[in-house]
């Protein structure tokens, strides 16, 4: 059986008086992939906002055994979860190098920090080739693919995604979608996984959150939820 590295328990979220997450429940297992799906304004970006502390939630959220909901968002990070935003959130004026040594900012050993910026060029050599470069002048792609090394930089328990197929041609998202699969099974770093393109997502996620207006319609194995012919036509859009 799975242990759970994250659970969520009658998640409410709200911007101002707006709520926009309804009694949510999930869970999501230690070295496992879950994908998170719905129709845009369905809530799922406030799910990842909210696990980081970064949006006013009331409910339980517990990270390996502990309460982290009344935590800081320094806090949570330090714990072990690294967030990659929507629009991926790369430092445009600093290089590449910069960029990855941020995602190290809390851990102190330089040895282990420089180890592990081999073993981001080792998923991503364009970003070794763009080491002095600024992100800014980085493709989309590459700004992506520097955003998720920046966050395997923490060294993190789980990984947050929020759309990271968005603005990127096919060929570049299966390379990334790729790369986070041999991070899964390599590093064993849970991934959490928000994603409009639910086809691919369902592909690589082992278990499945379908949303609709901030509410948890469906859950399950991805595997059950891509072959339900019934669920692909009037949620997925496939």
């Known amino acids: 059986m ?17 709520q926009v997450l309804h009694g949510l429940d999930l869970a999501i297992a230690e070295g496992g992939i879950t994908t998170l799906l719905g129709a845009n ?8 906002r909210s696990v980081c502390g970064m949006v006013r939630t009331t409910g339980e959220i517990r990270f390996r055994g502990h309460e982290i909901a009344d935590k800081a968002t320094e806090d949570i990070v330090r714990l072990g979860i690294a967030h990659v935003p929507e629009g991926r959130g790369t ?18 050993n330089k040895v282990e920090i420089a180890t592990d910026v081999e073993r981001v060029f080792g998923y991503f050599p364009r970003l070794r080739e763009r080491y002095r ?12 693919m520097l955003a998720i090394g920046r966050a395997m930089m923490l060294r993190p328990k789980l990984l947050l995604l929020d759309e990271p197929s968005f603005g990127l041609a096919p060929l570049i998202v299966q ?4 790369i ?18 639910a086809a691919l997502a369902l592909d690589l996620a082992d278990q499945a959150y379908l949303l609709e207006t901030g509410r948890v319609v469906m859950a399950g194995a991805a595997r059950e939820l891509r072959e339900d012919e019934n669920i692909r036509r009037a949620y997925l859009g496939y």
């Open 91 to 108: 430092f445009v004026r600093l290089t590449v190098e910069e960029n990855l040594q941020l995602g190290a900012i809390t851990r102190g």
């Open 175 to 178: 390379e990334v979608f790729s």
């Open 180 to 197: 986070l699969k041999q991070m899964n099974q390599r590093e064993k770093v849970s991934i959490f996984l928000v994603e409009q393109n």
């Open 41 to 48: 304004g369905a809530g799922k970006t406030t799910i990842l």
């Open 133 to 144: 470069q600024q992100a800014g002048t980085l493709s989309g792609g590459e700004q992506q």
């Open 2 to 18: 799975s242990t759970m590295l994250l659970q969520a328990k009658n998640i409410c979220a709200y911007y101002g008086p707006t």
